[in-house]
């Protein structure tokens, strides 16, 4: 009995940590707006796969992106960005 519930307690503690690590996602896009007063920036999504990827008709999102300079940003740059729900925790051009 006790090493049942010692089982089920270490793979909810697993199931936790992973669903943690997943929640940042790594994406690109272009951005299309920046307000550098509220620190908020929408980009464009890349779509993913082959079909349909070149008709440049992502969905186009508002996020925060608290404690980095957006000053080198630009509308129509290109950018890699982490996400954690509606917050950019990582942002940068790409070359």
Same mark, same amino acid.
């Given at each position: 009995?006790?090493?049942?519930?010692?089982?089920?307690?270490?793979?909810?503690?697993?199931?936790?940590?992973?669903?943690?690590?997943?929640?940042?996602?790594?994406?690109?896009?272009?951005?299309?707006?920046?307000?550098?007063?509220?620190?908020?920036?929408?980009?464009? +999504?890349?779509? /993913?796969?082959?079909?349909?990827?070149? $008709? =440049?008709?992502?969905?186009? %999102?508002?996020? !925060?992106?608290?404690?980095?300079?957006?000053?080198?940003? +630009?509308?129509? /740059?290109?950018?890699?960005?982490?996400? $954690? =729900?509606?917050?950019?925790? %990582?942002?940068? !051009?790409?070359?």
């Amino acid at each position: 009995m006790r090493v049942t519930r010692t089982v089920s307690i270490a793979s909810a503690v697993l199931a936790l940590i992973g669903s943690a690590a997943f929640a940042e996602d790594a994406k690109t896009g272009m951005v299309t707006q920046i307000d550098r007063i509220n620190s908020t920036v929408a980009i464009q +999504h890349t779509q /993913d796969g082959t079909v349909g990827a070149g $008709s =440049g008709g992502g969905t186009v %999102k508002q996020y !925060k992106v608290p404690g980095a300079s957006l000053e080198a940003l +630009h509308a129509g /740059d290109r950018v890699n960005f982490t996400q $954690s =729900g509606d917050t950019i925790t %990582k942002i940068e !051009k790409k070359k």
